[in-house]
């Protein structure tokens, strides 16, 4: 359906100027940033089917992404896309950290001296940095200048680890480029969403952590199977 949208505006763009060059840009915040760049990557790879003339320039723009593929899928969209996207994140958001190893164990002393790291997500980053070792995962133009921000430090006041966790990753964003949000943020307002939200936190890399573990234990089992036959 999303091909059939894209083949369709690119059709709209060549019935009104035959030649002319334009822009499709994909875009996501977060977990939507790195489908954003998987996306970006399929287009580009499918380009012939929807654009024959090759008149279109796919850009990429992600804000606070996680890592989309290892070391080989970047230096291929390095070669591919890489001057066309770019990577926004702000220094105190934790999630632009995952799921390289170098960068996730920046993460324990990230907010230090004025927030400490609750000790069960301390105890459990060397462990997550253990389980995705060996998938060599790394940002798309990690080498490159990517206007990196630091908006909110982190909040002295509160001494909210998981409040601030979520400001940096959310308001931020908004408060950098001088945007009103669609939604109230209730986590000022409603101390509620506090608990709330830890919750959810720690559900999500509880998660997170055990779908790697499967993954990497699949991906051992074929390796193995492999090798014996």
Request: proline residues 7%; aromatic residues 14%.
């Amino acid at each position: 359906r999303l091909m059939d949208t894209v083949r369709d505006i690119a059709a709209a763009r060549r019935a009104e100027a035959p030649g002319a060059p334009f822009e499709i840009t994909v875009t996501g915040h977060s977990l939507g940033g790195a489908l954003a760049t998987a996306m970006a990557m399929y287009l580009r790879c499918r380009q012939r089917l929807w654009d024959p003339d090759g008149a279109c320039t796919v850009r990429c723009v992600t804000f606070g992404s996680p890592t989309c593929g290892n070391r080989l899928f970047a230096e291929w969209y390095d070669r591919e896309l890489g001057a066309t996207t770019k990577r926004v994140h702000c220094h105190y958001d934790v999630v632009p950290y995952a799921w390289d190893p170098a960068t996730l164990a920046q993460l324990e002393h990230l907010y230090d001296p004025y927030i400490k790291m609750p000790r069960a997500i301390a105890l459990a980053v060397p462990l997550c940095i253990r389980t995705v070792a060996g998938f060599h995962y790394q940002h798309v133009r990690a080498g490159a200048a990517s206007p990196e921000f630091v908006d909110l430090p982190p909040n002295r006041e509160l001494y909210d680890y998981t409040a601030d966790v979520c400001a940096q990753h959310i308001r931020s964003y908004f408060n950098f480029y001088q945007f009103q949000p669609l939604f109230p943020m209730l986590l000022d307002h409603v101390p509620l969403w506090k608990d709330i939200i830890t919750f959810a936190s720690i559900t999500l890399f509880i998660t997170l952590l055990f779908c790697f573990f499967l993954t990497r234990c699949h991906w051992r089992g074929g390796k193995q199977k492999g090798d014996a036959a």
